[in-house]
Nanobody
Framework: QVQLVESGGGLVQPGGSLRLSCAAS????????MGWYRQAPGKQRELVAA???????IHADSVKGRFTISRDNAKNTVYLQMNSLEPADTALYYC???????????????WGQGTQVTVSS
């Protein structure tokens, strides 16, 4: 089992920034990557960004140039820096643990509790 604890999120005005953090613990040897998903009301959960243990990254087209995923392997923690936030970024953001292979991220059924990001003036 892998446990994921998220922090960050909140209310921000359009154009603002937020940073999400996700700390992993437990059987982390069973994973080689972590990712961030988001789900807005009435929409499907979608992958926002993912990063492998080696630092390879994936970013959704909708966030490229605005969001950056990074990690601190010593702390088993992944970060999502979100800049130039837009109302369309409003969603519940979830941390996930999984596998990165051949440029693709495959989520395992390990999820954080979710953290709300609201972008509104």
């Amino acid at each position: 089992q892998v446990q994921l604890v998220e922090s960050g999120g909140g209310l921000v005005q359009p154009g603002g920034s937020l940073r999400l953090s996700c700390a992993a613990s437990g059987s982390i040897g069973s994973i080689n990557a972590m990712g961030w998903y988001r789900q807005a009301p009435g929409k499907q959960r979608e992958l926002v960004a993912a990063i492998s243990n080696g630092g390879s990254t994936i970013h959704a087209d909708s966030v490229k140039g605005r969001f950056t995923i990074s990690r601190d392997n010593a702390k088993n923690t992944v970060y999502l820096q979100m800049n130039s936030l837009e109302p369309a970024d409003t969603a519940l953001y979830y941390c996930n643990a999984g596998i990165y292979y051949v440029l693709k991220y495959s989520p395992f059924n390990y999820w954080g509790q979710g953290t709300q990001v609201t972008v509104s003036s």
